[in-house]
Nanobody
Framework: QVQLVESGGGLVQAGGSLRLSCAAS????????MGWFRQAPGKEREFVAV????????YYTDSVKGRFTISRENAKNTVYLQMNSLKPEDTAVYYC????????????????????WGQGTQVTVSS
């Protein structure tokens, strides 16, 4: 199982930007599809973005399309989430997750497909 550690969260004003990073260790990173999920206070965890093992395919939840970008550097065992034009409703704990899978990724990934999870990083957007 790959181990994941997120970083880059923090407090930002609405309209600002943050870049989250997720460093992986203990596995062959290029064999994993990688996802970002988030959980806001009092809400269930939800899908945010996913990227295939090669980086060639990405999907986003509708609420972040055009504002967030997921990317990966397999040579650095790292996946990123660039978040621009942040809104207060983006406030949540953000988790990265790994799925040992090299096939086509789903438009709406299911949490149960992701065996490895990071500890989460808090993102707070003030109005």
């Amino acid at each position: 199982q790959v181990q994941l550690v997120e970083s880059g969260g923090g407090l930002v004003q609405a309209g600002g930007s943050l870049r989250l990073s997720c460093a992986a260790s203990g596995g062959t990173f290029s064999s994993y599809a990688m996802g970002w999920f988030r959980q806001a206070p009092g809400k269930e965890r939800e899908f945010v973005a996913v990227i295939s093992w090669s980086g060639g395919t990405t999907y986003y939840t509708d609420s972040v399309k055009g504002r967030f970008t997921i990317s990966r550097e397999n040579a650095k065992n790292t996946v990123y989430l660039q978040m621009n034009s942040l809104k207060p409703e983006d406030t949540a704990v953000y988790y990265c997750a790994a799925r040992n899978y090299r096939g086509p990724i789903s438009l709406k990934p299911q949490e149960h497909d992701y065996a490895s999870w990071g500890q989460g990083t808090q993102v707070t957007v003030s109005s």
